[in-house]
């Protein structure tokens, strides 16, 4: 599939990837998390089952795997 990014000449490609987001405030970090890269810029796309999945995911309040160390780039 071509990338979506006006004027990039790249595809998408499978991959997993280790995906962050934020949920009350916190950082979240989930590891093989299966997207779409663009193989030029690096876009990311994940489909609507794995959004959804990610969103059941930390609504459980599961206990995670481990624990990563946040550095803070902007203190
Ligand atoms: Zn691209």
Redesign the pocket.
Known sequence: MK???EG?????EGRKIVHTVRFQGKVVVIDHVPAKV??????TLLNLKTTQRIEGMLQKTTKPEAEVPLYEYAK
């Open positions: 990338c979506s990014i990039c000449p790249g595809e998408y663009c193989s030029v810029c690096g876009d």
